[in-house]
């Protein structure tokens, strides 16, 4: 239903107040004019008594129906999304590595060195310069690394924008690729609240700890990347799961590192260490024993460390 309301507007031309007649949708049962369109549905629904005015919605989904995933695969004329994790976000083609043509019949022995040789030059002319080469190996050395430490996707896609953005930033020079990719990976896992160690960082990369960290610091300081202090009790869910420890212990745990931060112990000590001598503490005083050498070898730190850490803890817990 439609009411007609009268406005009154004044003429540019003429100066003159003209009146002009407007409708206004209202509703036809209660007559409420407060309408409200849904964005997921396209309706116009009354407020007040919920009644449908108008469902003129247009459809934007395919026209094709799909019950499984290979099926989705199949009727699907679009690519993959572009992702940052590739040099030239995902948008070039690739020729299939299998000899079978459209109707999956096997090529010839002529063919086939014909595609052998297509596909060498496309992998070529995919990177046109020095830059995307660049790029090309330090984004495969992210996922490399990323996926031996079972670090997610959205992890990857940070630490490889960070990468873009020191290569843009012509902060590469001089140093190794591998150098700064591992740093930008470590950066992503710090900014995404993941937590890894620099020695678990190390250990997939191939590049020392030292220049890791030194990178890592050079990068964070030229690309203004705002890094808060990482948390011990990040670590702990991990590193309880590891020792098959309990729930009860994982939160005298977290008490323990609450506690001793709030006295100021955290300053200047290693998260992973802190971490480590917590969980050894709290699986003391839960009666869940574990060794500092069981403890050491998952948190990857010396027994010294975990030693020192635990008796700092104990002191400040006041459980001597």
């Known amino acids: 239903m439609e009411r007609p309301t009268r406005q009154r507007q004044r003429d540019p031309d003429t100066g003159q107040q003209v009146e002009e007649t407007t409708s206004e949708k209202a509703c036809d049962e209660c007559g409420s004019e407060a309408l409200v369109t849904s964005e997921d ?3 116009l629904v009354c407020e007040d008594c919920g009644l449908i005015i108008d469902a003129t919605n247009i459809d934007r989904g395919p026209e094709w129906r799909a019950f499984n995933h290979s099926e989705r695969n199949n009727k699907s004329r679009v690519g993959a999304p572009t992702t940052q994790t590739m040099h030239d976000k995902g948008l070039t083609t690739q020729i299939d590595w299998k000899d079978q043509d459209a109707y999956g019949r096997s090529l010839s022995s002529e063919k086939r060195t014909q595609m052998n040789r297509l596909r060498k030059w496309q992998e070529r002319i995919r990177a046109k310069d020095a830059g995307e080469r660049n790029l090309q190996f330090a984004l495969s050395e992210i996922d490399r690394m990323a996926s031996a430490m079972g670090i997610p996707r ?167």
């Open 41 to 43: 549905q396209g309706e």
């Open 154 to 320: 959205s992890v990857r896609e940070v630490a490889s924008v960070i990468y873009r953005r020191a290569l843009d930033e012509d902060l590469i020079r001089g140093r190794s690729i591998e150098g700064v990719s591992t740093s930008c990976l470590y950066a992503a896992c710090r900014r995404e609240g993941i937590p890894r160690s620099l020695e678990e960082i190390a250990d997939v990369s191939r590049v020392e700890r030292k220049e890791i960290g030194r990178t890592y610091r050079y990068i964070a300081q030229e690309l203004s990347l705002a890094m808060e202090p990482v948390d011990p009790k990040e670590f702990v869910p991990r590193f309880c799961s590891e020792l098959d420890s309990s729930e009860e212990v994982q939160a005298k745990a977290n008490e323990i590192i609450d506690t001793t931060a709030a006295q100021g112990m955290l300053s200047g000590k290693s998260p992973t260490g802190f971490a480590a001598a917590a969980i050894y503490a709290a699986s003391l005083l839960c009666n869940d024993k574990r060794t500092q050498k069981e403890v050491a070898t998952v948190a990857q730190v010396t027994e010294v460390t975990i030693r020192n850490r635990y008796q700092e803890q104990i002191e400040a817990m006041g459980l001597n």
